[in-house]
């Protein structure tokens, strides 16, 4: 593992937020003491979720209760790269949207309106509020021609209740019911990652990828040319790292293993 120093230079950091950031509710240690220091050392940095259930506003106040204000510029989600894409992708389309509020709002927000009855596309996110009904609304629209959008490829996620479902594992009966892939937004898909680089603003050689998931975090920031940090307070833990073909340059307990020791 490289020296601490090198990632401690850079002087850009995304950093994934479920698992890494907090767990559930609860906020994870070392995170006051990293964002703390991010700002001391005037670095830049944004934190992108593959999770499409929250708004920047929510994910803001969430972090707020927790003990820490960041503003909502420094949130980036899935939600909010699925409506970017098919903003450019279709302007003036309509979709068939499964998901919470974090995707809907952010749909609509770029003139993607709900639509049941004949769609453009058929978009798929996190939602506690899948059902049945909802599958076979979507194997009937993507049979009539409607395209199948996923906003990321997490099969699980972490959570109070431990490790849950996630977005393809929703998205799986829809693309098995009608023979049909979904195209997923998020990470690792480098669309998300260059909009990432862009916001904060440095060229991925200054830059770091902090996550817990060597499926979606490390192996984003690697085929973006980062350096990337495996924290091992989320999904991934030192046993499944080993079955990739890549590797992270970093692995650490926490996010607050960055901070120098006093």
């Known amino acids: 593992m490289r020296d601490l120093e090198i990632i401690r ?60 204000d960041i503003d909502e510029s420094h949130f980036y989600t899935s939600a909010l790269a699925t409506a970017q894409f098919l903003k450019t992708q279709a302007p003036g389309s309509s979709a068939y949207i499964i998901g919470a509020h974090g995707l809907m709002n952010a749909l609509y927000d770029a003139g993607i309106p709900f639509n049941d009855v004949n769609p453009d596309y058929v978009v798929v996110g996190e939602t506690t509020g899948y059902n049945y009904e909802m599958i076979i609304k979507a194997t009937q629209l993507i049979n009539q021609g409607a395209k199948l959008i996923a906003t990321n490829s997490d099969l699980t996620g972490p959570s109070d209740r431990g490790i849950i479902p996630a977005c393809r594992a929703l998205v799986a009966p829809i693309e098995l019911a009608t023979g049909v892939a979904a195209y997923f937004i998020g990470k690792p898909n480098p669309l998300m990652m260059r909009t990432g680089l862009k916001k904060l603003g440095v060229h991925s050689g200054d830059a770091v990828m902090i996550g817990d998931r060597m499926d979606t975090d490390i192996i984003a920031g690697v085929e973006t040319g980062m350096e990337t940090a495996l924290v091992l307070s989320g999904v991934t833990t030192r046993s499944t790292m080993k079955h990739y073909s890549y590797q992270p340059h970093y692995v650490l307990n926490g996010i607050g293993d960055i901070v120098p020791k006093k």
């Open 9 to 68: 230079s850079k002087r850009g950091f995304i950093s994934d937020m479920d698992g890494v950031i907090y767990q559930g509710s609860q906020l994870l240690p070392g995170v006051k003491e990293f964002v703390d220091w991010l700002r001391k050392e005037k670095k830049q940095f944004l934190f992108l979720t593959n999770s499409s259930e929250r708004t920047p506003l929510e994910l803001h106040k969430k972090l707020l209760a927790m003990g820490i």
